[in-house]
């Protein structure tokens, strides 16, 4: 069966991911689209670098073309906020990415968005997700691909250009020209190289590239920027003597980020730094916007400048939300998502990416140095995060024991309060711990904060026991 999470539809190509299933989405949503009676009877579809992404676009592209749909159909892979962008700039009711971003190699996806380069909010794919899944397969009209192109209902675009103009326009690219850093990037295999090669060779960086070829597999790794996938970043770091190193996942909206040192800074610490950034040496105003598993550093920083932190649940288009209600200065999760006022409302690892260079070229500061500002004048909070797949007799048994009879680990420190909103989430005086199923993948995730990573370390461990989950420090 189709089923949307927190980050889209994904299933394993050739199980869940089929032509059938990828094309009863398009029905549904194309029938959604002539309900609403838009004026712009039209989409805009692009697909990453996966296995079958590109036909899979195709396909896509044939089914809601025969809906009387006009599909502006990206040619190239590409990012997805780049395709976002172009939804926003474009005012196009709808738009969808073919990917399924930091998952493993063996699945694939779609990401639908709306007006304002939005993920789709949960009503939406909801309603979408019930129709796809009621369509018989007899009951799917399909526009050959050729034939669309032919009578102009399918139309090859490529809004590269005014995306990445875009970003240009937004950062300083005066103070890094002035600076000149040293970058290494590692796409992951995916999408990111030619926009962030664009972007930083205009700014005049010196670039060196890693894993950039077209490799379905990932080079047999997960297309996601963290510690365990981005050893090879490292060590180019220390050998080229850059100023930092940029990874993207699979379809560029997430960043990982490796400092002079050679040392993993996390996708929590970034965030609180560009916050702190904006906040400090551009002079700009307004709240952040972070879900549940996502440091309160950043609600320190807020606090320090008379602004509030929004907390929502996870899926990037609750913080999307978020930043449109509160106006919101930036939104970001611990996953490596961020955005900032006035761009677009999804994630965009390029944007960040750039951000992040200017902030080094302003400042005149090392990334090491930059992140050590934050702890001397906020204080340190540290996450730990681990995760395990699960089969579906123990998923019930986490359901029943946290989320329908909630009972808790005995703690070593009093509980506050305890929020079921999004997972469980136990909030101390020192810190929080939260459990959730991950909404893109059958796993159950812990993410705890203290004041060292040992203490995060610790809680997490004592949630794993008491659920009776391996593990490993």
């Given at each position: 069966m189709i089923q949307f999470g927190t980050g889209g539809w994904r299933a394993v190509i050739g199980d869940g991911f089929t032509r059938l299933n990828i094309?009863?989405?398009?029905?549904?949503?194309?029938?959604r689209l002539r309900r609403e009676q838009d004026a712009r009877q039209e989409i805009c579809i692009g697909y990453?670098?996966?296995?079958?992404s590109r036909e899979a676009a195709m396909w896509f592209s044939e089914a809601i073309a025969a809906q009387g749909v006009k599909v502006d159909f990206i040619n190239l892979s590409a990012p997805?906020?780049?395709?976002?962008?172009?939804?926003?700039?474009w005012d196009l009711p709808y738009g969808a990415a073919i990917t399924a971003s930091h998952n493993p190699a063996l699945y694939n996806g779609i990401k639908?968005?709306?007006?304002?380069?939005?993920?789709?909010?949960?009503?939406?794919?909801?309603?979408?997700?019930a129709e796809a899944n009621a369509i018989p397969e007899e009951g799917i009209e399909t526009l050959p691909f050729e034939q669309g192109l032919a009578e102009g209902k399918i139309v090859f675009v490529d809004p590269r250009d005014a995306y990445l103009d875009s970003i240009l326009a937004k950062i300083d690219a005066g103070a890094i020209r002035r600076r000149r850093p040293r970058v290494v990037l590692d796409p992951m295999y995916g999408v990111s190289?030619?926009?962030?090669l664009t972007i930083l060779y205009s700014c005049r960086c010196d670039v060196d590239v890693i894993n950039d070829t077209h490799d379905a597999f990932f080079g047999r790794h997960l297309p996601a920027p963290t510690p365990d996938t981005l050893a090879d970043l490292e060590r180019q770091v220390l050998e080229h003597n850059a100023d930092l190193g940029i990874a993207t996942d699979g379809d560029a909206d997430r960043l990982g980020v490796?400092?002079?040192?050679?040392?993993?800074?996390?996708?929590?610490?970034?965030l609180v730094l560009l916050y702190y950034y904006l906040l400090k040496y551009k002079g700009w105003k307004g709240a952040a916007v972070r879900n549940v598993a996502t440091t309160h550093l950043l609600d320190r920083v807020a606090a320090k400048y008379g602004e509030r932190c929004i907390e929502v649940p996870v899926g990037f288009k609750h913080i999307s939300a978020g930043m449109q209600e509160y106006d919101a200065l930036i939104g970001g999760e611990?996953?490596?998502?961020?955005?900032?006022?006035?761009?677009?409302?999804?994630?965009?690892?390029?944007?960040?990416?750039s951000l992040l260079v200017e902030m080094l070229a302003v400042t005149g500061k090392p990334l090491s140095r930059l992140v050590q500002d934050i702890f001397d004048e906020f204080g340190e909070l540290h996450v730990a995060e681990c995760d395990w797949a699960l089969t579906g007799a123990r998923r019930d048994e986490i359901q029943r024991r946290v989320f329908e009879q909630r009972q808790l680990p005995e703690f070593d420190m009093p509980v506050k309060r305890v929020s079921y909103e999004d997972g469980c989430k136990v909030y101390f005086d020192e810190g929080w711990i939260i459990v959730r199923f991950s909404g893109t993948e059958p796993r159950v995730r812990i993410f705890a904060e203290r004041d060292t990573m040992a203490n995060a370390k610790a809680l997490t461990a004592k949630m794993a026991h008491w659920l009776e989950l391996p593990y490993k420090a």
């Open positions: 094309q009863r989405v398009a029905v549904a949503l194309g029938r990453d670098r996966r296995f079958l997805t906020p780049q395709i976002m962008f172009t939804v926003k700039s639908l968005f709306t007006r304002q380069g939005r993920d789709a909010a949960l009503e939406i794919t909801d309603e979408i997700q190289l030619t926009g962030l490796i400092d002079e040192h050679g040392r993993y800074v996390s996708a929590n610490e970034i611990s996953s490596g998502g961020l955005t900032v006022r006035g761009h677009i409302f999804g994630k965009d690892g390029l944007y960040a990416a």
